[in-house]
């Protein structure tokens, strides 16, 4: 591939008098993508009350679908998000997206929290959820490629899978977060108090969130690669990228993107729904469980980032695949033995193959682009997969056991998706650990 040139020991150091990654930076990026992350992920642990107050419907089944549906909506409005902001990030720098995003993240989650439901407005009700739900699906499209690209950029060369687990790690602790939200909101607050007005909380309270992590980013530097292809620029030093780089790039993208998101949505967004609507288990003893894997999951990050720095993506990436795909049916038969110690092995061995995956698919989202189109490309790539596979994942899953009757049967897409990403990337996915990452 064009684009994985190895890089001269130099080639990722600082200008003088620019560390290579700070704490002051590690800290911008991660609080901000803790609050973004947080903010969507709440979403999904209260789908089914945000489906019956916007949704409502006597048949059973049919307002969480509504609501997973809407969920979708979200992914389907990402790669309208990339096409803004990925360029933004490309002309004006990686800063300019991170401070876009947090902030309007923030606003749009705000107003989801405060939107009367269908009782009170009508049909209005369901129609600015989803708009609502596009932009906030937008900003999120920004959100992931640019925090990782700004931390990897900013990375010693030697550093670049840690510096991606930041990003990584600081999800998994939001979707951590917002799992232990809705457990205590359910266990400390009536029904009629969690339906009513309990649900709301976290969303409005998110606005605090927001103006913490403006004010932490807007005092961040550029990153040392943006400077240096301003540079080429100026110079006319900058060399077009080919056709057939672009291409490859973009399917790579596309394929260790959709293997994580596909995943990951269906570990912290369908698995609490499918405990508590398909077998039936307590919103909170299934909150708890999720919140158990959560903890393994958010553990593992960065000793795969420090195992991925020292044996290089490719096996890693692999790896991860091919274990979705011949794990996907086990882990479910586990979760519908109803036994609380199966379900959390269940649960388990899904955290370690998505963790191994999210870690590959934020380094490899930078390493695979050339410094030029990579926030757009790493953007599109990345958001692409989410809205024509991730998105709609959950709601799939839950479509097809309303369909067969099968609480096993969701596996297959799980595992149908991860043995296509195997493939692709099995034959086109070079290692990628000593790219050059100011090249193009």
């Known amino acids: 591939m064009g684009t994985a040139t190895v890089a001269p020991q130099h080639a990722n150091a600082a200008p003088p008098g620019q560390p290579g990654l700070s704490k002051k930076q590690v800290v911008a ?39 997973l549906a809407v969920f979708a909506v979200g992914f389907v409005s990402r790669p309208f998000g990339a096409l803004i902001l ?49 932009l906030q699906g ?11 690209i700004f ?18 790690f600081t999800a998994g602790v939001a979707f951590l977060m917002g799992t232990a939200t809705a457990a205590a909101i359910n266990a400390n607050l009536t029904e009629a108090q969690v339906y009513s007005w309990g649900w709301r909380v976290p969303f409005v309270l998110s606005i605090v969130m927001t103006f913490i992590a403006v004010f932490i980013r807007r005092k961040l530097n550029d990153t040392p690669v943006y400077h240096e292809l301003q540079e080429k620029k100026t110079n006319n ?22 293997l994580f998101l596909v995943s990951l949505y269906y570990f912290i967004t369908y698995a609490n729904n499918h ?91 930078v390493e695979v682009f050339p410094a030029s189109i990579r926030s757009t490309g790493a953007a599109l790539g990345h958001n692409v997969s989410s809205a024509l596979l991730a998105g709609p994942g959950p709601f799939i899953a839950a479509a097809l056991i309303q369909y067969t009757g099968n609480p096993n049967v969701p596996a297959w897409y799980l595992a149908g998706v991860s043995l296509v990403c195997f493939l692709i990337l099995y034959t086109r996915l070079p290692e990628t650990k000593n790219v050059n990452l100011s090249a193009g």
């Not at 990686?94 to 009508?122: A, C, D, N, Q, S």
């Open 86 to 134: 990925g360029p933004i990030g490309d002309r004006f720098g990686r800063k300019t997206v991170l401070m876009i995003t947090v902030f309007g993240m923030g606003v749009f989650t705000t107003l989801i929290g405060l939107l009367p439901g269908y009782g009170t407005i009508g049909i209005l009700a369901p129609i600015l959820l989803v708009v609502l739900r596009f």
């Open 275 to 365: 405990l508590v609507s398909v077998l039936g288990m307590s919103k909170t003893s299934a909150l708890w469980l999720c919140s158990a894997s959560l903890v393994v999951y958010c553990i593992l990050h960065p000793l795969v980032g420090r195992f991925s720095d020292h044996y290089g993506r490719r096996k890693l990436a692999l790896f991860a695949a091919a274990g979705l795909t011949v794990m996907a049916y086990p882990i479910f038969v586990m979760m519908n033995s109803g036994k609380p110690a199966l379900i959390l092995l269940g649960l388990t061995i899904m955290a370690f193959l998505v963790a191994i995956s999210a870690v590959m698919n934020v380094v490899l989202l």
């Open 138 to 148: 937008m900003m999120v499209g920004g959100e992931w490629s640019a925090a990782g």
């Open 237 to 258: 030093t900058l060399k077009p990228v080919a056709r057939k780089d672009k291409l490859n790039a973009f399917v790579l993208s596309f394929a260790f993107s959709a």
């Open 29 to 67: 990026v991660g609080i901000g993508n803790f609050m973004e992350w947080f903010d969507f992920a709440i979403y999904g642990y209260f789908a089914a009350i945000i489906g019956n107050i916007y949704f409502p419907s006597d048949a059973a089944g049919v307002s969480l679908l509504s609501s």
């Open 151 to 168: 931390l990897v950029e900013s990375a010693p060369s030697n550093r670049r899978a840690s510096a991606a687990s930041v990003v990584t």
